[in-house]
């Protein structure tokens, strides 16, 4: 059991590690891809009108949470525009730190900066309408992925969703080396999602993104 646990534990300092050298900007956050943030954003902004508004079924637009939030590069494009609050979680102390000036004036409507990994994290119950979840599914172990999620679960208002926005991989598990994370395909994401006991309301792929990073799917869970 022992080599297991340091195993999994080197897998989440190496990735601390990793994150802490990057520069807090949105080429930081984005691996040197910042180009493509606004076809991300607008990406998902399509998705998610979908589910938001007013009347039966619908999601409300009160809070949303951002995990693996790093300097809130999507809580400024996509969540604040829309969630009258937004909570921050993010493993690295210092982009928490950098996302309080690069908010702005829309900063005032963040509700708590949590410093904390996500396998570690407990969300509060019944606090979010949203629980976005994106390019970080790959920084937690499968078991930590499924605890997570029922723990986010959990921490859903009445409607609300649970969004996983993640690259898949073409087969099997893609590890990388480099930032200390895994690259799941398709069919595996979707049974750790059942393993959670979620089910996959809306699955889309973002389009018009470089040919050559990995395909990106977009999940709506409940």
């Known amino acids: 059991m022992g080599d297991t646990a340091e195993v999994e534990g080197s897998f989440y300092s190496n990735a ?29 902004k399509a998705f998610l009108q979908k589910f938001l508004g007013e009347g039966e079924g619908k999601t409300g637009t009160t809070c949303a949470l951002d995990c693996g939030a790093g300097i809130g590069r999507i809580t400024k494009r996509l ?11 993010d493993v690295t102390k210092e982009f928490l730190d950098k996302a309080k000036t690069y908010l702005g004036e829309d900063g005032k409507r963040v509700g708590n900066y949590l410093c904390c990994g996500l396998q570690d994290f407990v969300p509060e119950s019944g606090r979010y309408d949203v ?13 930590h992925l499924v605890e997570f999620l029922r723990r986010c679960q959990k921490a859903l208002r009445p409607n609300g969703l649970i969004v996983i926005k993640d690259n898949v991989s073409y087969e ?8 200390s994370s895994v ?4 069919a595996i994401v979707h049974s750790l999602v059942s393993r959670a006991g ?5 699955e889309e792929q973002q389009m018009n993104f470089p040919k050559e ?4 799917h977009t999940l709506a869970l409940r």
Do not use: A
């Not at 590690?17 to 991300?40: A, K």
């Not at 990073?213 to 990106?216: D, G």
């Open 16 to 44: 601390e590690d990793y994150w802490r050298e990057v520069p807090p900007t949105v080429d930081g956050m984005l691996g040197g891809y910042g180009s493509i943030s606004s076809i991300d954003i607008n990406g998902s």
């Open 79 to 89: 969540l604040l525009p829309l969630f009258k609050t937004v909570d921050l979680v």
């Open 131 to 143: 629980v976005w979840i994106q390019w970080v599914i790959g920084h937690l172990t499968d078991d």
């Open 172 to 179: 099997g598990v893609v590890p990388d080396e480099v930032d």
């Open 183 to 186: 690259c799941r395909d398709l």
């Open 198 to 202: 979620l089910r996959i309301v809306h």
């Open 213 to 216: 990073i990995y395909q990106v």
